[in-house]
């Protein structure tokens, strides 16, 4: 049979459209072969090949993202190699005698023991806390070490008196270059039997403090280019403990404020501005939880912590884990299922809190342990907060409270300080 030319003449002769009829369907669309394969080519057509351009874009991209994993793994293998090194003849070490450290919570504990290690240096010491007795304290012993010391009474919750305190410091002896946010405060109450007051107090000491403090300070940091902000933190900032929901929490936070600051000073160029985070385990006579009941893992002494500290310091550390073993414990956390993880921290730390601590003074306790003015008589007493008439009120407070005749003594035997640490 003989197909006739003029029907395939018509199919030829353009709609209209621009399109030869019988091929479209007005839409620019062949007639009964409108729909893709499913890989981008319309059955009947034969696929259009990307114009140079695309091609270069694309191999351009793949050799840019080949080149930039390379590179990412020749620096890992550098930093690993550099790390051996380390290990192996041991991490080069600053000098701090011509810094300036302000260290919050300086009044007892970890924090007076910083603080007479880095007055025997020779670095000028600054100290925050509530406790003018314990500023008092610290003040005298650095100084008969032949240190340099000045107290101030500064609530470090209140961001409005830590930006004044860090005027006065500015002007009083000069830019900080070493800050230690050491400060913090512990209920030790299950979660449903912790007052508000006291979860938010934990949070603006533990870990909003660190916000005020490192903005008072940083930028001097970054316009004469050297600083280090050192953070306190916890292990409790990697795992939870049961009756420490308000303070793991806080930790948590506190870990990740010093990790994300870190970084951001990396990206924004600011490479001599280090940070270093401390995660200690209990420590021993701070006042806080000498009847925790830990197990497997020994309590630490309080001066064998402070000379870690001081030694990452000096050695530009990143990540102190105290004692160094339980590193490799946290990175099994992320491997075993959490049946294993939450039997082996409730049996790590059956209680942290054996005997609790009295709602109706944790409150007045917990209050006043967590502020930090001069004591200094060459300071400005503007900035001074708490005055002896709190601390009589506090004392009178307390000694109206019935005790048990053996007192918690994570009350009675603190004072009222920021410079305590736990876990």
Known sequence: MVKNNNNL?????????????????????????????????????EPVAPPASGWRQILWNSWDAFADVAWFIICCVGFILQDLYYIVFGYPEKELKTDIALITGGGNGLGRLLAERLGKMGTKVIIWDINKKGIAETVEIVEEAGGYCKGYVVDISKKEEVYKAADVIREEVGDITLLINNAGVVSGLHLLDTP??????????????????????????????????????????????????????????????????????????????????????????????????????????????????????RKNEKLAVIPGFLKALLSLKWTFPWGCVGGLLRRLVPDASPQGLPSSIGAVATATATSASPVNAKSKSSIATTTAADMAALDAELSSVTLPAKPPSMLIQRTPSLGERVL
């Open 9 to 45: 003449m018509a199919e030829d002769i353009p709609n209209g459209n621009g399109l030869p009829n019988g091929n479209a369907n007005g839409h620019g669309i062949p007639n009964g072969h409108g729909l893709s394969n499913g890989n981008g080519v319309v059955h009947g057509q």
């Open 196 to 313: 508000d007051h006291l979860i938010e107090r934990s949070f603006n000491v533990n870990v909003m403090a660190h916000f005020w403090t490192t903005k008072a300070f940083l930028p001097k940091m970054i316009e004469n280019d050297r600083g280090h902000i050192a953070t306190i933190a916890s292990l409790a900032g990697h795992v939870g403990i049961s009756k420490l929901v308000d303070y793991c929490a806080s930790k948590f936070a506190a870990v990740g404020f010093d990790e994300a600051l870190r970084l951001e000073l990396e990206v924004l160029g600011h490479t001599n501005i280090r940070t270093t985070c401390i995660c200690p385990f209990f420590i021993q006579a701070t006042g806080m939880f000498d009847d925790v009941n830990a197990r497997w893992v020994p309590t630490l002494n309080p001066n064998d912590v402070a000379d870690r500290v001081i030694s990452a310091i």
